[in-house]
């Protein structure tokens, strides 16, 4: 059964504090990686794509790097107004996605 | 741009009451997902639908049914709602593109109460 594990569940930061949040998947015949955030009583609002071991995005401050068994975002110098929740999903053999619990961050002033 | 657009936003029905939710996707996206959240809980897969007709199933209740129309837009038709469908029901939208899995993009949710 494909399955998304991310850690930390929640985390907090002060402005400006870089760090890295991770999703470990195991997925048979990965399609695509997402990387979402979800703000409370928002739908998820996407990020990233990516397919293939070795790929990187970048947006602003924030970067994804996939592994074949992990995928990382990582934040830097980051500033209030990216307290949110992060959702890794990934996509397999169906259309369906499988959702991780999500990462909750709190960026301090 | 536009993004997906779901309505109402909120709705407060009664149990055994019956809700329609409807759902407009970003424009030339071809298929449309919906999903139920629960509070702390992972987005849970109901059915999808590609160019109008059924693509996949999901934990969708047989007291739930759904469509989507000629102009791509989807409606899910919820009967004798119970307590338990409080949730946050998402709609996302894709297109389809040969070679290359689109992602999947997510309205802000009706927010469906039971009381």
């Known amino acids: 059964e494909d399955q998304v594990t991310q850690s930390p569940e929640a985390l907090r930061l002060q402005e400006g504090e870089s760090s890295s949040l991770n999703c470990s998947y195991t997925?048979?015949?990965?399609?695509?990686l997402f990387w979402y955030r979800q703000d409370p009583g928002k739908g998820p609002e996407f990020l990233f794509t990516l397919y293939s071991a070795g790929e990187e995005k970048e947006k602003e401050r924030l970067k994804a790097t996939l592994t074949k068994k992990e995928s990382f975002l990582h934040i830097t110098a980051p500033k209030p107004e990216d307290s949110a929740t992060y959702l890794c999903v990934t996509q397999g053999g169906s259309e369906k996605l499988v959702f991780g619990k999500g990462t909750k961050l709190t960026v301090n002033p | 741009a536009a993004g997906v657009i779901q309505s109402p936003r909120h709705l407060i029905k009664e149990k055994r009451e019956t809700a329609t939710l409807k759902c407009y996707p970003i424009?030339?996206?071809?298929?449309v997902y919906w999903y139920q959240q629960g509070p702390g809980q992972d987005p849970q897969f109901l059915i999808s639908?590609?160019?109008?007709?059924?693509?996949d199933k999901g934990s969708i209740p047989d007291r739930f049914s759904a469509q989507q129309f000629s102009d791509y837009h989807s409606e899910l038709n919820m009967s004798s709602l119970e307590l338990g469908d409080s949730a946050l029901y998402f709609c996302?939208?894709?297109?389809?593109?040969?070679?290359?899995?689109?992602?999947?993009?997510f309205g802000d949710g009706t927010r469906l109460s039971i009381l």
């Open positions: 996302a939208s894709s297109s389809r593109v040969r070679g290359e899995n689109q992602p999947q993009h």
């Open positions: 997925v048979s015949g990965l399609r695509g």
């Open positions: 424009p030339r996206h071809d298929t």
């Open positions: 639908f590609y160019e109008k007709m059924q693509s």
